[in-house]
């Protein structure tokens, strides 16, 4: 089979065509016929890699699967060949104390497709079975690749981490993004009311279609948030930029609010004033990813229309070198689908 690969951190050129055998699976495993595979910007730290951090090497990026079952290992009770499935993008070891528990991202041997096993920039890839989730009926496989990752990470950050109540006012960062995208209409769905940052007015026009209450840049966004919300401040900041956004995240927050982080795209520093943190009694909370079952319940949402995939282009894989640009260009608004070809 084709795919595409990383042997070596670097720049779109990183990304290797190669010819592989077709995979088996092993008896818990099943093989899926890649037909969408949407990107992340974890695919883009994967292929350029990140200080401090061991991927392994070589591997095959993409981590939001969707596509046909071609076979299935001998102990595989839930899928068989010929299922249209999307496949939870991320897995604990099943047996321990956090797995137990349902806290699959909090496992000692957490991992994610595309990031630490083979992905999906593929025409095959082996996946653990407990993974695969039947797809809604009548929805293609493009729009439901669009969803797992992005829609989990945003609604555990929401929900899990930050207890989102409805009448919160809700701060999305880079509504533009791939989380952001998902955290304005979950918050939204939850009866939040929702205040977008992007960094052009056609992202913007494109934010407040998908239902924030209002939108605007990154400078000076605090302020704009204090004026919002009748000098209140936020409730709940969605944080991934890091170090460009953080310390007016922590400076819109009303008293109580609490800023949740799941990534540092602009880079991993941030200042603010300790002092702002206590006397206004402030939460600083990270997060990543999410459970397997948060997984199904979205998918279940997106089934009933009540969340919507957010497609900014489909590409062929061949394109994938271009597609990596695109997203580092911050040229999409929502994701971007690779589709490998027959
Ligand atoms: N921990 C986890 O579980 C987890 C899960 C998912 C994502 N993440 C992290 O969250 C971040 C977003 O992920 P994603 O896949 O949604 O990313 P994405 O779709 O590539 O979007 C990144 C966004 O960053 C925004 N941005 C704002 N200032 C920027 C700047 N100065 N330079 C570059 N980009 C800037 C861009 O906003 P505009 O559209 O306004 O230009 C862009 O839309 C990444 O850092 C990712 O690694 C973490
Ligand atoms: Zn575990």
Not at 23 to 39: F, H, S, Y
């Amino acid at each position: 089979m084709k795919a595409f690969r990383v042997h070596e951190h670097g720049g779109p050129e990183a990304l290797r065509e190669e010819t592989l055998p077709d995979p088996a699976p092993a008896a818990d495993e099943a093989v899926v016929e890649v037909r969408a595979c949407a990107l992340n910007h974890l695919d883009l730290w994967v292929r350029r890699g990140v200080p401090g951090h061991r991927f392994p090497l070589p591997i095959t990026p993409g981590c939001d699967i969707a596509g046909v079952v071609a076979e299935v290992g001998s102990v595989v009770r839930n899928a068989k060949a010929g299922d249209r499935v999307v496949v939870a993008p991320g897995f604990g070891c099943g047996w321990c104390e956090a797995c137990g528990d349902g806290d699959d991202n909090l496992c000692r041997e957490y991992g994610i497709m595309g990031e630490t096993r083979d992905g999906g920039y593929a025409r095959y890839v082996r996946v653990p079975s407990r993974l695969l989730i039947p797809i809604p009926a009548g929805m293609a496989f493009e729009q439901i690749a669009a969803v797992p990752l992005t829609f989990l990470t945003a609604w555990h950050m929401l929900i899990g981490r930050c207890g989102l109540r409805a009448g919160d006012d809700v701060l999305v960062h880079a509504a533009g993004s791939g989380v952001g995208s998902a955290a304005v209409q979950i918050a939204k769905l939850c009866g939040a009311r929702v205040w977008a940052t992007a960094s052009t007015e056609e992202k913007r026009a494109k934010a407040r279609d998908l239902g924030a209450d209002g939108a605007f840049g990154y400078e000076g966004f605090a302020e704009e948030v204090r004026k919002r919300t009748e000098k209140r401040g936020a409730d709940i900041v969605f944080e991934h930029v890091g170090t460009a956004t953080f310390e007016g995240s922590l400076k819109c927050l009303a008293k109580g609010g609490r800023v949740v982080t799941c990534g540092a795209t602009t880079g991993a520093d941030a200042r603010f004033d300790l002092r702002a943190v206590f006397f206004k009694s402030l939460s600083i909370l990270g997060s990543t990813m999410g459970s397997r079952g948060e997984v199904m319940r979205i998918v279940r949402l997106v089934g009933q229309g009540r969340l919507k995939p957010v497609v900014d282009r489909v590409l062929p894989l061949s394109e994938i070198r271009r597609a990596h640009e695109l997203l580092e260009k911050r040229e999409q608004f929502g994701k971007i689908v690779v589709v490998p070809e027959a």
